[in-house]
């Protein structure tokens, strides 16, 4: 059973910065960040590969956002900058036992995190 607890969320003005942390708990294969704004479909953000550390995100992430994780400590961050208005959503934290190339392949999910960019 894996359990996953974000946390760095909150309300910053346009071209700020945050860190998201996800407090990981089980095995996992794969751990990703998916977005979802209000009235918008879950968007995936970032992805990571814990054998690896490899990582892949969505091409209008990259540049701005960097998912890391911490081994040892069991936590997976991104670090989000320049951010904007349209990064305005719930981040959540989830799981894959397979591949992260997908939001249907993710089997787990933290509560999420609230971001709200300000003009």
């Known amino acids: 059973q894996v359990q996953l607890v974000e946390s760095g969320g909150g309300s910053v003005q346009a071209g700020g910065s945050l860190r998201l942390s996800c407090a990981v708990s089980?095995?996992?294969?794969?751990l990703g960040w998916v977005r979802q704004a209000p009235g918008k479909e879950r968007e995936r953000v970032a992805s990571?590969?814990?054998?690896?550390?490899?990582?892949d995100y969505v091409d209008s992430m990259k540049g701005r956002f960097t998912i890391s994780i911490d081994n040892a400590k069991r936590t997976m961050f991104l670090q989000m900058d320049s951010l904007q208005p349209e990064d305005t959503a719930m981040y959540y934290c989830?799981?894959?036992?397979?591949?992260?190339?997908?939001?249907?392949?993710?089997?787990?999910w933290g509560q999420g995190t609230q971001v709200t960019v300000s003009s």
């Open positions: 089980g095995y996992t294969y794969c």
């Open positions: 989830a799981e894959s036992g397979t591949a992260c190339h997908h939001i249907s392949e993710m089997a787990y």
């Open positions: 990571i590969y814990t054998v690896d550390d490899s990582t």
